[in-house]
């Protein structure tokens, strides 16, 4: 009779063991998930404003779309953002925040020109970019331009037609552009 109800006990312990492991198995699947479409969310809310800034600036005839790369785009959108952190303190911000990294360069023009930043507090998968724990993605305000060649580098002649978010690629002091297939 003891050996019987031990026998129970430990099935119902392994039972139990077996649901809290796929329990945290799809905690873990939903938190993911969750992250991924508030970073995803994020950028496609600063895509938008870009469309509504670049439109601003080619109907004033004073203005041009070039003046306004690098600039941050989360001063173009009125809302209190829980995970923007500002101007990055260190070299990357907190894991599940964003910040705006100023240019270094000497050959800087203008203030606020630089990078956005989001670490990623777990691997998940961006606008189809792939970003591990403590490995930053960025981002930067770019002029998009009408491409008539298709070569993927602007010429004289091809006019600017708005402003766009482009994936770029964080190294050691500097910050390179990718490729617009990644």
């Known amino acids: 009779m003891k050996s019987e109800r031990w026998l129970r006990n430990l099935v119902a312990l392994a039972i139990l063991f077996f649901l809290w492991w796929f329990l945290l198995g799809v905690l873990e699947r939903e938190v993911r998930r969750a992250e991924e479409q508030a970073a995803n969310m994020v950028i496609s809310q600063l895509r938008s404003a870009l469309v509504i800034k670049g439109a601003e600036v080619m109907l004033d005839r004073h203005g041009s779309l070039e003046e306004q790369e690098g600039i941050n785009p989360f001063e173009l959108i009125d809302h209190q953002w829980g995970s923007y952190a500002g101007q990055c303190k260190g070299r990357v911000p907190e894991p599940g925040a ?11 023009v ?3 020109s630089g990078w956005l930043i ?3 507090r777990q691997p998940i998968t961006i606008q189809k970019r792939q970003a591990n724990t403590g490995e930053p993605l960025a981002w930067r305000v ?9 070569n993927g580098e602007r ?3 091809e006019r600017s037609t708005g402003l766009r978010l ?8 500097s910050v390179g552009t990718q490729s617009a297939a990644r």
């Open 98 to 108: 964003w910040c705006f990294r100023n240019r270094t360069q000497k050959e800087t």
């Open 110 to 112: 203008k203030q606020g």
């Open 118 to 120: 989001y670490n990623p």
């Open 142 to 150: 770019t002029t998009e331009f009408a491409d008539r060649n298709q």
């Open 155 to 157: 010429e004289q002649d």
């Open 166 to 173: 482009m994936p770029v690629s964080l190294q050691e002091d």
